[in-house]
């Protein structure tokens, strides 16, 4: 008597395979029977949409840039750890500074000050550098009474910056190099005229609460003035621009906009202050107004 063959258990392969191959035979039928019964019911088979067969495969896989997790800066861990180091004593390790270090570096060695060694009057981080994974450098700033010291300290922390541990000893550094600055974009000197008066009008109701700011914005320009009230007086020193139409005395015509930097002079009752604002200015109507505040790096409209 032969062996039973036996026979292999379908796969999702040749299921699909086998579900073609039956759409095919009924689309043939179905096209035949459309031809027997006439042009009219071949027209409405051929109107209606294709079946499509859809083999199922492997996931696609997810974005690198959606799965990637950014790290998050452990700056502001690493200022209150380099403050408790820096007012921490290895003489006195129950203190709460002593205390406070450890929590974020345990086992780290603790400085021992002089008798009658100042604190630091303020610690800042004032640079990150992110290395690689989790490992982080930290730049802070201790500011003393005779001066600055910085420390980079070497950090590790978990994406969300839930878990943050100091890895080793603080390092004294030397302080950051200063970036040298791109060429200002505010090179045409504006004279006095419309433009300058609507500046220091503005301003002067921006920072001193003297009339209303809004009589000085464009239509759909919103901006609240500083509240309360700073200034006493403010003075415009200067104000250069980017377009050249800025270079006459005549108001520009409907529609132009220019962009300025006004150096001014707040007088408050604590002294007199030198600030610079960045302006948007449009023209309308025979008058400058102001169409966008974006000092700062932020607009406001």
């Known amino acids: 008597m032969p062996a039973p063959t036996l026979e292999a258990p379908p796969t999702a392969a040749g299921l699909d395979l086998e579900r073609t191959r039956r759409t095919i035979r009924l689309g043939r039928a179905g ?63 129950d203190s709460t500074s002593a205390l406070r270090a450890l929590r974020l570096a345990p086992g780290a060695a603790l400085p021992e000050p002089a008798e009658g060694a100042k604190a630091p009057q303020k610690v800042t981080a004032v640079r990150s ?68 008066d609507t500046i220091k009008d503005f301003l002067t109701a921006y ?29 415009v020193e200067t104000v250069t621009a980017r377009e050249e139409a800025t270079a006459t005395e005549q108001v520009a015509s409907d529609s132009t906009r220019v962009h300025v930097k006004a150096s001014v002079s707040a007088r408050t009752k604590s002294g007199a202050w030198p600030l610079a604002y960045e302006l948007t200015l449009a023209a309308r109507g025979g008058r400058w107004e102001i169409a966008a505040l974006t000092s700062g790096g932020g607009e406001a409209k």
Do not use: I, M, N
């Open 31 to 93: 096209v035949w029977a459309c031809l027997l019964a006439g042009p009219a019911a071949l027209a409405l088979a051929l109107t209606r949409p294709l079946v499509t067969v859809v083999t199922q495969g492997a996931p696609a896989p997810a974005s690198s840039a959606a799965a990637a997790v950014a790290p998050s800066d452990p700056s502001g861990y690493v200022a209150e750890f380099a403050d408790a180091w820096l007012r921490a004593d290895a003489g006195a390790p």
């Open 207 to 235: 920072l001193a609460g003297s009339g209303e700011v809004d009589r000085y914005l464009a239509p759909r320009t919103s901006l609240a003035a500083v509240t309360p009230a700073v200034a006493d007086q403010v003075d």
């Open 129 to 196: 550098v992110h290395r690689s994974g989790s490992q982080w450098s930290v730049t802070v700033a201790a500011q003393y009474a005779d001066g600055v010291r910085y420390f980079a300290v070497p950090v590790t922390a978990s994406a969300s910056s839930g878990a943050v541990a100091v890895t080793g000893t603080p390092a004294l550094v030397a302080a950051p190099a200063v970036a040298k600055s791109a060429p200002s974009a505010y090179r045409v000197e504006v004279p006095d005229g419309p433009l300058t």
